[in-house]
């Protein structure tokens, strides 16, 4: 671990990832300055959760308004946030002037004192993250279990003084907490692209769930994009194990940058010779070097979609692989019902089921969501465009979707897709198309036209910047109006 105290560090962004990393650095002595864009009168609640400090902490120096180039006089290093992109003016500078760059996910895993679990791709992260989570706090009950890879293939044995930590892109930032962690804990962390694009440290446990085009609006093309995410893997050693889907080519495409082992996923079983979770006799099973063994039943899966199951396939490979055994797998997936605004189940009204999909951030996102119902469909989708394509969306609206309700910025975008798409297809007949500017607005028209058997579906394949502060808010923003339905 570095030692930080009496360094002097710019951190850039005062959000969540930007405050923890203020707070980890001045804990361990640093001069810390923490630069914002926004003007300090809109940073009033920011300032307020570092205003007293403990003694024996470095100062925190507030600079706000603007990203002045007299910050990097005398700097030893500068901490990125994650919503920072690398060619904000003054990181670049940075980086000309051979000053280091890092961030909370690098600070985390620099001071880590237990195995860490890496998750990440394009979708189903979050996800993922939290059933791999609920399968470590199953584990601690379980501390007899044997772990489901033979002794000597996992990373980590879970002890009656172990405790799992999980946050990463979600929740709260590991950082925050790694002083509390011991060697016997184990930490499952969620790392986005952007997170990832500047780091040089791997996990011990590394998973790539999947890679599709995202976020190009950020990256600027396909091929950096999967650059960042592949670094996740670069930095590991011959004794770390990698976790990819063998059914999704983006991440298997990485399989020639792994380092040390292999652990693999997908539906079907793998080849002879290779280790991994796939579906067999209506469970899931776990194939290894020199044994064979069935994990969990399908029918205790309470997640819609194959897009979840997936991810439940993800999590028991990556479980595997950290060292749990396979009974807390069981009941870690039994007791899971999903996270927040990822195809979360609202209410039933107007005899429709209304499901909150907000995280639908890009095209691909809408289609697995949609993909998850047989159900006749009422889709709602817009927001802001992220520079994605969205003709195959389009196809799959036409063929599946009889209701669509766009709304927001990206409306008009989304319709000219779905038009093209009928032009292309012939079909026509059946698919309803109305506008809308508003969340709100979708909501009203959407409990107006239902009819009972329908599924009212947020899903929006764009981001929530036009209206919203994020998904979240968005998502809480649609459950509301929903339950406010009289």
């Known amino acids: 671990m570095q030692d930080w105290k009496g360094t002097r560090v710019i951190v850039i962004g005062a959000a969540r990832q930007g405050l923890s990393a203020a707070r980890y650095l001045s804990r361990h002595g640093a001069q810390v300055v923490l630069n914002d864009r926004r003007p300090i009168e809109e940073l009033q609640e920011a300032r307020a959760t570092l205003r007293e400090l403990p003694s024996g902490w470095g100062p925190i120096i507030w600079v706000c308004g603007a990203h002045p180039f007299e910050l990097l006089q005398a700097t030893d290093a500068v901490c990125v946030s994650g919503g920072v992109p690398l060619t904000l003016p003054l990181v670049a500078e940075a980086h000309r ?24 791709g394009s979708a189903g992260k979050t996800t993922t993250t939290s059933l791999v989570g609920g399968i470590g706090q199953a584990a601690l009950a379980q501390t007899d279990a044997p772990p489901a890879m033979p002794a000597g293939e996992s990373v980590f044995r879970i002890t009656g003084s ?4 999980v946050g990463g892109n979600i929740g709260s930032p ?12 184990l930490a499952v962390m969620e790392l986005s692209s952007f997170q ?10 590394a998973a790539v769930l999947n890679l599709t ?15 960042a995410k592949a670094r996740i893997l670069e930095f590991q ?13 983006g991440a298997w495409s990485l399989a020639d940058r792994v380092h040390g082992k292999i652990l693999t996923f997908g539906i079907q079983a793998p080849s002879p010779g290779q280790a991994g979770t796939f579906i067999k006799n209506g469970h899931i099973y776990l194939r290894t070097e020199s044994q064979e063994q069935a994990l969990v039943a399908l029918d205790a899966i309470r997640l819609r979609g194959e897009h979840n199951l997936q991810n439940v396939l993800a999590a028991c490979a990556i479980a595997a692989a950290a060292g749990l055994p396979a009974q807390a797998m069981r009941v870690g997936v039994a007791e899971f019902e999903g996270v927040p605004h990822r195809l979360e189940f609202i209410r039933t009204w107007g ?30 989708a817009g927001g802001r465009d992220k520079d994605l394509p969205w003709e195959e969306l389009a196809e799959l609206i036409v063929r599946r979707v009889d209701h669509l309700i766009a709304f927001g910025e990206a409306a008009n975008k989304v319709v000219a897709a779905v038009q093209a798409a009928q032009e292309m297809t012939g079909e026509s007949a059946g698919l309803t198309i ?19 058997g329908d599924v009212v579906l947020l899903s929006p394949g764009g981001t929530s910047f036009d209206e919203f502060t994020d998904f979240e808010e968005r998502g809480e923003c649609f459950a509301r109006l929903v339950r406010e339905l009289p």
């Open 196 to 205: 990832l694009e500047l780091m040089d440290r791997s996990p011990q446990v």
């Open 174 to 185: 590991l950082l925050d907490r790694v002083d509390q962690m011991g060697a016997a804990d």
């Open 237 to 249: 050693s011959s004794q770390g194990v990698a976790v990819l889907s063998r059914d999704d080519p």
């Open 213 to 227: 085009p995202n976020h190009l609006d950020r990256h600027g093309s396909m091929q950096a994009y999967i650059q």
């Open 351 to 380: 005899g429709a089921d209304w499901y909150n999909d907000s995280i639908a951030t890009a095209p691909e996102r809408s289609m697995a969501a949609i993909r998850s119902f047989d159900e006749p469909l009422v889709l709602l």
């Open 97 to 120: 002037r051979g000053i280091p760059l890092t961030n909370d996910s690098q600070l985390f895993l620099e001071a880590a004192p237990c195995p860490v679990v890496g998750i990440t």
């Open 162 to 165: 172990s405790r799992i930590w």
């Open 434 to 452: 109305q506008y809308c500017s508003s969340l709100s607005q979708a909501v009203t028209v959407a409990a107006e036209i239902i009819e009972p």
